[in-house]
């Protein structure tokens, strides 16, 4: 997998807010220590650089709050929400000549709105600002480091499980805007078994089984991603952290006001983390896929619904 074909999605959904019902989340994810590699462009084995090794703590927190909603006879909604976000990594690494971030700090805020255009089609909205540091002091924070994006994706319902659609996204991560493709897929089946197929924001697919009304287990496959807008050598650049974590998946529900606990359990499968030029030509240049390589994968989460 090539580095530039998985920051673009990433750059696209960075302020991508959904339009759920009122929510309260919190996650904690470990991946752990393994060693930093360089792929060639071609068919050239991987390279490994010098003794370098990292480990990564990330922590998530987010908030969504629907403003109204209004449910059509197909069970639709006309919505207006706002969406706050917020991560915090501490990047561990150890080894390494050049200097690398040790810290990211993302905090996002967004409006939403979402309503249907008929019996088969939806448009989903969002306008969005954050804040990308690779550091927490909001003291050092400039307009280097601010991001502002929206987008419109119209969705396809073509029947009661699965969802399509495409649209544009508009942000300003090259330091201009810039408009990009946005994707959107949604496929879920129902009952004690289920599977969960969401291109939305990030990437998440799941097969799992409910064993009762408190306890469902799921095997699952994530995709996520953070990045710190910085100066680094005289020049604008994105420092991009991404990865792919696979394994099993628990949600234990608590009482009967949705409270639940989840989990992960597996591996990190594809760890890219590495400096880009701020510019057009640095994020689409096919020969710079630094990442660190497959390692352990634990995550712990709660999340609130009202």
Do not use: C
Not at 5 to 11: D, G, M, V
């Amino acid at each position: 997998m090539k580095f530039k074909s998985f920051i673009l999605p990433t750059l696209v959904t960075l302020v991508y807010l959904q339009g759920k019902a009122q929510e309260v989340s919190f996650k904690t994810e470990y991946l752990g220590k393994s060693g930093y590699y360089y792929l060639p462009p071609g068919e050239k084995p991987r390279e490994k650089i010098g003794d370098g090794k990292g480990s990564a703590m990330v922590y998530q927190a987010g908030v969504n709050i629907p403003l109204s909603t209004k449910l059509n006879e197909n069970n639709r909604p006309t919505a207006w929400g706002i969406g706050l976000g917020g991560a915090y990594v501490s990047l561990k690494n150890k080894n390494f000549a050049d200097d690398m971030v040790s810290e990211i700090m993302n905090l996002q805020l967004g409006i939403y709105h979402l309503r249907p255009l008929n019996d088969r089609w939806s448009m989903r909205a969002n306008v969005g600002i954050g804040i990308f540091a690779p550091n927490t002091d909001l003291g050092k924070i400039s307009i280097r480091n601010v991001l502002v994006s929206g987008g419109v994706v119209f969705i396809r319902h073509l029947n009661l499980n699965l969802d399509i659609g495409g649209g544009v996204a508009i942000n300003s991560s090259l330091g201009y805007p810039m408009i990009f493709p946005a994707v959107y897929v949604k496929w879920k089946t129902n009952g004690k078994f289920d599977v969960n197929v969401e291109l939305v924001d990030g990437l998440d697919v799941s097969a799992g089984y409910e064993f009762d009304d408190k306890f469902k287990l799921s095997y699952a496959l994530e995709m996520n991603g953070q990045v710190a807008l910085l100066k680094k050598d005289g020049k604008d650049v994105i420092f991009s952290h991404q990865y792919i974590v696979t394994g099993f998946r628990p949600e234990i529900k608590l009482g009967e006001k949705g409270l639940s606990v989840t989990g992960m359990a597996g591996l990190n499968l594809y760890r890219p983390a590495s400096y880009n030029d701020r510019t057009l030509k640095g994020m689409f240049t096919g020969n710079n896929d630094y990442y660190f390589s497959i390692s352990s994968y634990a995550s712990v989460g709660l999340k609130m619904k009202f």
